[in-house]
């Protein structure tokens, strides 16, 4: 296993509510970076925290937000839910540039 | 057009055939290449990566055609465990951005 975990697994939510999603990295890692997977789909770059500053952003709305804390550890926050933020969500630990691992993921079903 | 396209499957073949699956990307400055396997409703993870000279691990042979942008994989003497979904993933430059393809479902019957 990657080491990288992520919570909760599953989350239901109704549009216009708020969901925070939670993903702790691998010992040692210090890059956190957040994707969304839709149904048959790749996963698509949300955005990316290392050392608990922004590092860059994927084509995603401002109610996409997050946060990283001093023990690298990342939440991923969403605003105003629409249907189509269904997805998975993964989050990938890395060290800076060095290969990503991803955790299991948040399915998140927005009714 | 998209910034990496694949084959879009899904490929079903017998066990022991071989396999290949293609890939272009668009943006010549890429730097890094890999190959994920995602199998249902799991996380993708990191198969393999893709050298310009071409790189093989057991069964797995990966090649990277920078001049055409052009990347492959090619699974030989295929187990039903290798049925998954495999994406190709390009790193962009500046941060460790992934991009990946939609992927490709394979299915190994008996």
């Known amino acids: 296993e990657t080491g990288v975990t992520q919570s909760p697994t599953h989350l239901i939510k109704t549009r216009g509510q708020q969901v925070t999603l939670r993903c702790s990295s691998q010992?040692?890692?210090?890059?956190v970076s957040w994707y969304q997977q839709a149904l048959g789909q790749g996963p698509q770059f949300i955005f990316q925290y290392y050392r608990e500053e922004e590092n860059g952003r994927g084509n995603f709305p401002p109610r996409f937000s997050g946060l990283q804390f001093p023990n690298y550890s990342s939440e991923l926050n969403v605003n105003a839910l629409e249907l189509d933020d269904s997805a998975l969500y993964l989050c990938?630990?890395?060290?800076?540039?060095?290969?990503?691992?991803f955790g299991p993921g948040t399915r998140l079903l927005v009714l | 057009r998209k910034e990496v396209e694949q084959d879009p499957g899904p490929f079903n073949v017998p066990e022991g055939a071989t396999v290949a699956f293609n890939c272009t990307y668009s943006n010549s400055a890429s730097q890094s290449f890999f190959w994920y396997r995602q199998d249902c409703r799991k996380e993708p993870k990191l198969l393999m990566s893709v050298y310009s000279s071409g790189n093989e691990d057991g069964r797995f042979t990966a090649q990277l055609n920078r001049a055409s942008q052009y990347i492959s994989l090619l699974i030989r003497d295929s187990k039903l465990s290798d049925s998954a979904t495999y994406l190709c993933?390009?790193?962009?430059?500046?941060?460790?951005?992934?991009?990946f393809g939609a992927g490709t479902r394979l299915a190994v019957h008996p």
């Open positions: 993933v390009v790193l962009s430059g500046g941060y460790n951005k992934l991009i």
């Open positions: 990938a630990s890395s060290s800076q540039k060095e290969t990503q691992y």
């Open positions: 010992s040692g890692h210090n890059t």
